[in-house]
């Protein structure tokens, strides 16, 4: 059976379409910051096309992005980092919760009204669920954790402590700086989707370049944007 290409029906290449996504989503650019991007290198395209192929595009590409790294990430059941923060939709909080592994990896993003018992376990769940149980759990000191854990049979898991959470607080300022960018969320299904695919995005492109050589790093960043160019390809 032949794969049909997803662009089939766009007049627009390919590896335009990647790169409007990638810009939009990575870097806390507007819409119209990247149609100015992609009018500068002589592309003519709308904010609105923009905005429609991130829509369309953005989780295909962060789906295949996490069919490929989850096989390959067995290292991250070893020690998780959980955390939430506040996000105001048309003036009302809601919460973001992330789980992080001990590399900066974002393995998992959940979006709820409420931040109780309720709302842990079902977090909780879904990422064990996707990535299996971790040996490690590191959280602040809020209950809803313990008392989701309990329930879960993973309460030895737990580890709370001063400053051990720092990767998972550290982890929210790229998303931090993206929601400025977007001027806020107007709707609990748009941030659920939009955190999804950026934590992909991020995870993908994120080498950690204090960590390594300068010719090191130059590989890796080339081999992350060789993989993207051929993402979703026929």
């Not at 100015?36 to 290198?41: A, F, I, K, V, Y």
């Not at 939709?89 to 809601?94: A, D, F, K, L, S």
């Not at 008392?147 to 580890?159: F, I, M, N, Y």
Request: charged residues 30%; contains cysteine.
């Amino acid at each position: 059976m032949i794969k049909r290409s997803p662009f089939r029906y766009f007049k627009t290449s390919p590896e335009v379409i990647r790169l409007a996504v990638m810009l939009y989503i990575r870097f806390p650019l507007s819409l119209r910051n990247v149609e100015d991007l992609l009018h500068e290198r002589g592309i003519d395209v709308s904010h609105e096309a923009v905005r429609y192929w991130w829509h369309r595009f953005g989780p295909m590409f962060a789906a295949e992005i996490r069919k490929r790294r989850i096989s390959g990430m067995k290292s991250s059941r070893w020690r998780w980092h959980l955390d939430e923060v506040f996000v105001k939709i048309n003036g009302e909080r809601h919460y973001l919760w992330r789980a992080v592994d001990h590399e900066g990896e974002v393995l998992e993003s959940f979006v709820t009204k409420t931040r109780d018992k309720a709302a842990a376990l079902k977090f909780l769940r879904k990422a064990m669920r996707k990535h299996g149980r971790p040996e490690v759990i590191v959280t602040d000191r809020l209950r809803s954790y313990g008392a989701a854990l309990k329930e879960l049979g993973a309460a030895d898991l737990q580890e709370t402590g001063r400053w051990t959470n720092n990767r998972a607080e550290n982890s929210h300022l790229p998303f931090r700086r993206r929601e400025r960018a977007m001027l806020r969320f107007r709707r609990m299904r748009s941030l659920q989707k939009f955190a999804a695919v950026h934590a992909s995005v991020y995870n993908h492109f994120n080498q950690d370049r204090s960590l390594s050589t300068r010719p090191n790093f130059k590989l890796n960043r080339a081999a992350a944007l060789a993989e993207w160019r051929g993402l979703c390809s026929a």
